[in-house]
């Protein structure tokens, strides 16, 4: 039986394995990325495939996460192959030292590669003249850093050195057809078809051995990111978790301050989790968030605290800095969008603004409900009232009352004052006719 047993899984592992793997990035180099592009590899390797492409087109992203495939590239037992398509797709920044890590790196016409030069935080370039030298030998040291690793790895690949100096200090950025010329990739490949006819025959140096890949008439099996890793895709964009961060905020305080209602606290909480896992895959810096606690803090003291508006003007400065501070990356692709953190911060004063202006306005307006709201209001003597008292109608209720002056029965009057559950009265009108 035993034997039987492992004859079907060997079987089925030689019916799984020589397959090639295929899976698709597009957009920004992050944790969700990372995380699918290495299981994709581990699992590639698992089921023996042929190899794995990756077909590539990302402006960039994260160097953390870029790291953490480019290992797990240089240590696959199987050939990666990175392919930049479909036409108009690119290969920039982290998309360059991904390419350049890969066993064969091909692109599709009417492509680019290039650009992998660290960029600061408002988009410009790092060396800028402008910068403090303390910021600018901390770019250095960041420049240096991506230059080193970038040349191990052409180096490593046979691959230009000059060039991918180049990509990091000079930003240049080239076509295809010229990477190819400068012994950036490999070879064009218009189609996924051409591509496996170029890569058939074709010898790639592991990490442990040497391997020829066979690629024709080999059946393409294509891996989907799974909905755990779209998720955290969608929710590793700074913006997302930021604007979650804020709802969570805002759910919560208003459960706070309305006991009972549940729903605002119910989704306060789970906007939070969400914001919290979102932000355990960034670079958050926690004086960020401690700084937006600060500002919402300073506005809800606003509808307590009469500041002529100071703790408004607080509020938004500190939720503008924490906004800005909350992801720590030099990379502007993951940095929370200047329009969203204007309008979440305007949102959030205008709101709170609103709260103090009705508070105030109901704590000027005379209460009209409750006990303490028959003050003022008239009725009707349902007996006669005198100094040692009576009774009246007043809002569809008989009161106990007196009056420092006789009132006949059936006179309208008015209530002075509420004490010890008694009315004090005083007559408005005549006895009622009729």
């Known amino acids: 039986m035993k034997k039987i047993i492992l004859i079907l899984i060997f079987s089925i592992t030689i019916l799984l394995g020589n397959n090639i793997h295929l899976i698709e990035v597009n957009g920004i180099i ?7 592009i290495i299981s994709s590899i581990e699992k590639a390797e698992d089921e023996m495939a042929e190899c794995l492409i990756i077909q590539l087109d990302t ?17 696959s037992k199987i050939p990666i192959i990175v392919y930049v398509a479909p036409s108009g797709s690119r290969a920039a920044s982290a998309g360059v030292f991904i390419t350049m890590a890969s066993h064969v790196a091909a692109m599709a016409k009417s492509t680019n590669i290039g650009a992998a030069h660290p960029v600061n935080i408002g988009g410009g370039i790092f060396g800028n003249k402008a910068k403090s030298d303390s910021a600018n030998v901390e770019m250095d040291k960041v420049i240096n850093d991506a230059v080193a690793y970038i040349q191990s790895i052409a180096k490593d690949k046979n691959r230009n050195v000059e060039w991918a100096q180049d990509a990091v200090t000079k930003s240049v950025s080239i076509p295809a057809d010229e990477a190819v010329k400068l012994n950036v990739v490999d070879f064009i490949a218009p189609t996924l078809e051409s591509l496996l006819d170029s890569l058939d025959n074709k010898e790639i140096i592991l990490i442990s ?18 909905w755990k890793y779209r998720l955290l895709d969608i929710l590793s964009n700074p913006n997302i978790a930021y604007i979650f961060l804020i709802l969570g905020f805002y759910g919560l305080f208003f459960e706070l301050s309305h006991p009972g209602v549940i729903l605002p606290g119910v989704l306060g909480a789970l906007f939070l989790i969400l914001a919290f896992f979102a932000l355990q895959v960034l670079p958050v810096n926690y004086a960020g968030i401690a700084l937006i606690i600060l500002g919402i803090i300073l506005f809800i003291l606003e509808i307590k605290v009469v500041s002529f508006g100071m703790l408004t003007i607080g509020g938004i400065i500190s939720m503008i800095i924490g906004s800005v501070m909350l992801i720590d990356s030099f990379n502007p692709l ?10 979440v911060v305007l949102f959030s004063a205008a709101f709170f603004l609103l709260l103090f202006n009705l508070a105030f306005k109901a704590y000027k307006n005379k209460q009209i409900t409750g006990i303490d709201g028959l003050v003022g209001m008239e009725g009707d003597a349902d007996t006669e009232i005198n100094p040692e008292g009576g009774s009246v109608y007043v809002n569809g209720e008989i009161w106990r009352a007196y009056s420092d002056e006789k009132i006949s029965k059936s006179s309208q009057i008015q209530v ?12 408005i009108k005549g006895e009622k006719n009729g």
């Open 416 to 427: 002075m004052e509420l004490k010890n559950m008694k009315l004090k009265v005083k007559t």
């Open 209 to 226: 051995k040497k391997t020829i890949l066979q690629t024709k008439n080999k059946k393409i099996i294509y891996i989907k990111m799974n």
């Open 59 to 75: 402006p960039g992203g994260l160097m953390t996460s870029m790291r953490d495939i480019i290992k797990a590239e240089l240590n």
């Open 334 to 343: 993951m940095r929370i969008s200047w329009s969203i953190i204007i309008s």
């Open 30 to 36: 992050n944790p969700a990325s990372s995380k699918f």
